[in-house]
Structure formats: structure tokens, C-alpha cells
């Protein structure tokens, strides 16, 4: 069980041997990835998550939060065993993704050319043409979305702000109801009211329609009762996670940001003693720690 006091421990959860790899919304099993020509990066990754989480993922810059939730979406070849959303092989299984049962909405924001999931959003257009754009949609959700992000429709995307611009992305995103979203840091950009309203929207439709999202985020502020799980990588190893009931400090009513903060300062920490005991570390070699078992496993419930 991970505390304060003890900030390297983790939830470990066996798997059955005979459970069936599609009963959790997304399933990961001892993940291996190197980018190529690289150290290996991800390694022993493993997760589930049942149908309508909401799971946080955190850890430093660097720790490979959206490096996993590009391989959760497919943007990269890994074995079929290792993974599988809503029971599938998200890279070999297209339709996955082509059908909008899997979204991804990732941090990639240019002004002239941006994107929204896999839609590129062109800077010359209007905020309508964009989302009218899409087909296969149901109206009243367009209509949701655009009331609920403010979005003018009239706005051509090359005189937006920032924000504004994200506001579109983010629509564009979520116009067609995925079951399972991976979301890389989508809410920087946007005002403190656009961001509460979008994540009261994302608990809805984990709630009313069982989506399972995974969020990656160094934004803590209001979210001890967002998370149903939570998740913390440390260079390519998911060193904690499990169901938020399950961290104590957060059931004490402890903030999230204060609990994040003490394991972030307790990572910092061993990677300068690690430096300071072998100089040539690497950034990329696993931390050593007497709490840290080498086999890194957080099987979710
Ligand atoms: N295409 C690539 N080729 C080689 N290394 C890469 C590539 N993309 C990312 N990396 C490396 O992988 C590591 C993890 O990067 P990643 O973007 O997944 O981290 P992150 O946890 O999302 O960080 P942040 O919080 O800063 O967004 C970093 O050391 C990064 O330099």
C-alpha cells in the first residue's frame, strides 16, 4: 500500500492466470517499448482497468506518460499480448480507432496546423467548418460540446487565442463517443470555468455511458474526487497505482497536489543519491531503492 511515509512501496494485484485478457476496458501486460535506436524506455508495464475509470497519470517530466498513452492508442507496434483496449490490439486492430471506440486527444498544438485526435485542424477555417466537418456524429452532443467549451462557431482558427483554439481541438476530439479516451495535458490552455465544466463532462460520461478515460496531467488542483485510479511512472516504470480508495493519504483528505509533491521530492531525491553513488547514472536506468522491486507490476482492480 503506497503512503507518505513510505513512498515506494506499490500496489501489487496478481492476475489470474486464466482471466480473460477482455474483461478490463484496458488491460496491459509487462509492456516492453524502446524508441528506436534506444535504451529499452517502457519496460514491465502493467495495468487494468475496468469499465468507467477515471485514471490519472502522473509522474515528473520525462517519466513516459505520453509515450504509454501513445502505445495505448495504437501509434505504435507492440506485441498483441502485451495490450489490448476493449479487448483488442489497439496497433493491429484499425478499426479500433477508425470506428471513434478509441480516442486519443494528445498535446500536438501548432497555429497553423493543429490536431484533433487524428483530424488535422487547418488554420483557415472556421470553428464551424471544422466541426460541422465531422460526420457520424450525434447533433445534440455537437451541441453540448460547442455550449459547453464556448465555442463561437463563427471563429476562423487563425485569429484565436491559445485557448480558444484548444477549445475546437478539444471538441473536435470528443465529438464521437469513444469508450475508451487517452488524454494527454488538454486543459493548460484553458480557463479556470472550460476546464471544471470539461471534467464534470468527462465524469458524466464515465458515469452515465461506462467510458474509461485515462488522463495524463500535472494539474492536481480539484482532483482527489475526479480520479477513481491513479497511476505513477517514474523513467518508464509504473512504480505506484491502484484505486484512489486504496492510497491512504488521499482518503485523510491529504490534497492530491500535496501527495504528488511528496513522492515527486522523494523521486528527486534517490535519483541524486543514485548520481551521487554512480556517477555515469543514466536518466534512463530505473532508480534503485530498497522500496522499488525490480519487477514493477500495479494490476488495477
Ligand atoms: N521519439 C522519441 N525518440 C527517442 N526518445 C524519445 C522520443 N519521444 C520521447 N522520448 C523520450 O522518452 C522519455 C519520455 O518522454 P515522454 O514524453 O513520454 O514523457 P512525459 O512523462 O510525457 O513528460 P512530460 O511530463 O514532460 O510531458 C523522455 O526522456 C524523452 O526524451
Redesign the pocket.
Known sequence: MPTLDNPGVQTVIGVKEDEPMDSNAVFVNSLQFS??G?AP?ISDFSLKLPAGSRCLLC??????????LQLLAGKYMVSKDSLRILGRPPFHDTALTCDGELAYLGGTWRRDVAFAGDVPLQGDMSAREMIYGVKGVKPERRDRLVKMLDIDLEWNLMRTSDGQRRRVQIAMGLLKEYTVLFM??ITVDLDVLSRLDLLRFFKSECEERGATIIY?T?IFDGMEKWATHLAY?EE?LLIRGGPTSEFPELEKGTRLLDVMEAWLRAESKQRKLKKKVEPGAG??TPVSSPFMPSKHLAFFR
Open positions: 524508441f528506436p534506444s524506455f509522474g515528473a517530466n520525462g517519466a513516459g506518460k505520453s509515450t504509454v494527454d495535458e495524463a500535472h511512472m518508464g536518466t534512463k
